[in-house]
């Protein structure tokens, strides 16, 4: 759906398979201990989505862009720990590409 609505936009994107992109999205899913759920979309439940750009993070959840180690721990590690879980793990980015040259975008 992310990306639908990315092209929607007419942003142009990299999609990097479990890893952070350095500036654009990225979608987390808890680490947790209990078996993995048995259908394909049931695991979405457990993601969350983050704004990233270089080592800063912004999350809905916190009112201002964090450096990624103080996310970690004011942000993520509390947010996993409400459902029992220890930390989230990247499933996909989305690195925007911005379109230089003059004019607004």
């Known amino acids: 759906m992310m990306e639908t609505c990315l092209k929607k936009l007419g942003a142009n994107f990299l999609k990097h398979q479990g890893r952070i992109p350095p500036q654009g999205l990225a979608l987390l ?16 439940a457990d993601t969350h989505w983050v704004a990233v750009v270089d080592d800063y993070v912004f999350d809905v959840n916190w009112p201002q862009w964090l450096p990624s180690k103080h996310w970690k721990s004011l942000v993520g590690k509390p947010l996993a720990s409400v459902h029992g879980d220890e930390a989230w793990e990247i499933v996909t980015g989305y690195e925007i590409i911005l379109k230089s040259g003059g004019g607004q975008q």
């Open 29 to 44: 899913h808890r680490v947790s201990n209990y078996p993995k759920k048995s259908y394909r979309g049931s695991f979405l």
